[in-house]
């Protein structure tokens, strides 16, 4: 655990050398914000505060913002050759890919504690769902950890970033948006199957304050399966002839 | 703990970079590992310290098995890959306590084993900076710094002393040599002269096949190019041909600093002085000069890995 913990801290102090960190804070907060404030216009005639505006653009900030966080994990160590130092150390396979995928997460949540202040002055001028919010913003989180595992999984088996980058982001796209549009013109099961494989299903599940194990499962499911391809991607440096 | 390779061999595709090789390498004992480029140095390193198994053949250290037991040696090596990669945008101190972090070094003993390997590798001046802010020399001592981070029962370093300052290198080989009294060091380098002063076994690889396996000292008595000589030949013809066929010969070289000199090498050493001397006077040359040289280790690593 240990080991985890500090392969994830690494991660994590090349996002604050990098200015990414940075960037991801103010971009987040900054489009959140706007958002946020101008819904807030809306509380003043209808009298209903809602962190609605909130989630549904978070829900497009973060999937276009973890790719650009977790291309350079794989890729990159790989290209200079730093994997084959951190391989040969006293860690797992699994032990670097789950601390690289922490590294990244802890950098959401706090991406996401930095937007607390807008839930605060929504709560403020308004009546709102405290039990709903709690729940949008497990939904952001379990969504992040979806992405970043994806995104840690395409930077395993390319040496470019940008390759790992549009990968994620082509990956990441058919559960963020195409599944649902598939799933509007289907019919039957196959509607219901698309429906189901949909970001947006889930998160929309979410916020409305639902907790429903289906949601669990299909985020976790893909996290796990995510950095468990990323961890086979990795050992094929040991198949003969690869 | 001892590291033993048994008929060890790895294909790239179709091409066999390393070919059924077998050594071992004892505790106590530094063994250089010699070759021509793209022998298969790095690419048995790479399999001995776990990081790509074999095709085929075992690799042991201790009684453990490398495709088997990874996870248990892989805390007893410390490893310095070829190119030595490091995260450049890490300070020096902050990138050794990381490693020593992953190695599973006790956290108390941490700084400790940090100001140690600072000072044995003459780090101390630089150790705040970033690495990237280093120069190439001052990266190549962080490298072995970080291999050596974790008092590793078994060293395996790939060209160790690449960009280093003489002064460095002779520090660099003293501490092998020390740490090699205790501990099994394999280390590959293309600097002959600094095999001769820190190993105590010679390994010589060629296409992926072991050609040599002994001391210096035995290696030089096995070779067939045991005697050299420079001479200085005065007189008519084509000298050079008329040397290379004489019996005994092995080659026959001119230097371009001394064209007027041959280095000739041969298989005897009186009966071949006599030779010459004999086709000298039978052509009526005149021997201006006869000198035999001391046989090197490169002359051997010549002789063994070209043709
Ligand atoms: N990843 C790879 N894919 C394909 N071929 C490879 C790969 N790595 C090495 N080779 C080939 O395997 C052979 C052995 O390479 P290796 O790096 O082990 O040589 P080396 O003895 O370390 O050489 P050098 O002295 O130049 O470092 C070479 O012919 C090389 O081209
Ligand atoms: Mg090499």
């Not at chain 2, 990381?98 to 070094?105: R, Y």
């Not at chain 2, 490298?143 to 460095?168: K, M, S």
């Not at chain 2, 690889?205 to 030089?220: M, N, P, Y």
Request: with cysteine.
């Amino acid at each position: 655990m240990r080991k985890i913990w500090s392969i994830a801290k690494r991660e994590f102090s090349t996002y604050l050398d990098s200015l990414v960190a940075y960037i991801l804070l103010v971009v987040f907060v900054g489009i959140t914000g706007i958002f946020t404030w101008i819904s807030f216009t809306d509380v003043f005639f209808t009298n209903i505060a809602s962190m609605e505006p909130f989630f549904g653009i978070s829900y497009w900030v973060l999937f276009l913002f973890i790719p650009a966080l977790t291309m350079r994990m794989l890729a990159e160590e790989k290209r200079t050759g730093t994997l084959e130092v951190l391989l040969t150390r006293a860690v797992t396979d699994w032990q670097v890919v789950f601390g690289k995928f922490l590294g990244a997460m802890i950098l959401i949540l706090v991406a996401l504690a930095f937007s607390l202040p807008w839930y605060l002055s929504i709560a403020y001028l308004g009546p709102v769902d405290h039990g709903a919010i709690i729940a949008g913003y497990v939904g952001l989180i379990l969504m992040s950890a979806m992405y970043i595992s994806i995104g840690i999984f395409t930077s395993s088996f390319t040496d470019n970033q940008i390759v790992a980058f549009l990968t994620a982001l082509v990956i990441g796209i058919f559960f963020h948006w195409i599944f649902e549009l598939v799933s509007n013109i289907g019919k039957g099961v196959w509607k219901e199957f698309f429906y189901f494989l949909s970001t947006k299903t889930h998160i929309d599940s979410m916020t409305r304050g639902v907790f429903d194990a289906r949601d669990l499962v299909f985020f976790l499911s893909i996290t796990v399966f995510g950095l468990y391809m990323a961890e086979v991607q990795l050992a094929k440096r040991n198949i003969a002839d690869a | 703990m001892d590291i033993s390779v048994k008929s060890l061999s790895k294909n790239y595709g179709t091409q066999k970079a390393v070919d059924n090789i077998s050594f071992e390498v004892k505790t106590g004992e530094i063994v250089g590992f010699l070759g021509p480029n793209g022998a298969g140095k790095t690419t048995t390193m790479k399999m001995i310290t776990a990081y790509m198994s074999p095709s085929s053949g075992t690799v042991k250290v201790g009684d453990y098995d490398v495709n088997e037991d990874a996870e248990t040696i892989k805390p007893l090596i410390g490893y310095l890959p070829e190119n030595n990669p490091l995260y450049l945008e890490m300070p020096v101190l902050e990138y050794l306590s990381f490693v020593a972090d992953i190695q599973g070094v006790k956290k108390t003993d941490i700084p400790s084993r940090v100001r140690l390997v600072v000072d044995s590798c003459g780090l101390n001046r630089e150790k705040h900076k970033k690495i990237q802010e280093l120069s190439k020399g001052y990266r190549q001592r962080v490298g072995l710094a970080q291999a050596l981070i974790h008092d590793p029962d078994i060293l395996v370093l790939d060209e160790p002393t690449t960009g280093l300052d003489p002064n460095q290198i002779v520090e660099i080989r003293n501490l092998i040599r020390k740490i090699g009294k205790e501990k099994t060091v394999l280390l590959s380098t293309h600097i002959l002269p600094e095999v001769e002063a820190t190993c105590d076994r010679i390994l010589i690889i060629k296409d992926g096949k072991i050609v040599a396996d002994g001391t210096a000292q035995s290696l030089k008595n096995r070779s067939r190019a045991k005697y050299t000589f420079k001479v200085m030949i005065k007189g008519e013809g084509n000298i050079a041909s008329e040397l290379r066929s004489l019996e005994g010969v092995i080659g026959v070289e001119y230097l371009p600093n001394e064209p007027e000199k041959a280095i000739i090498t041969a298989e005897e050493d009186l009966p071949f002085r006599e030779r010459i001397f004999n086709y000298c006077v039978e052509k009526g040359h005149l021997l201006l000069e006869m000198t035999p040289e001391i046989q090197s280790l490169e002359d051997i690593f010549r002789d063994l890995t070209l043709n």
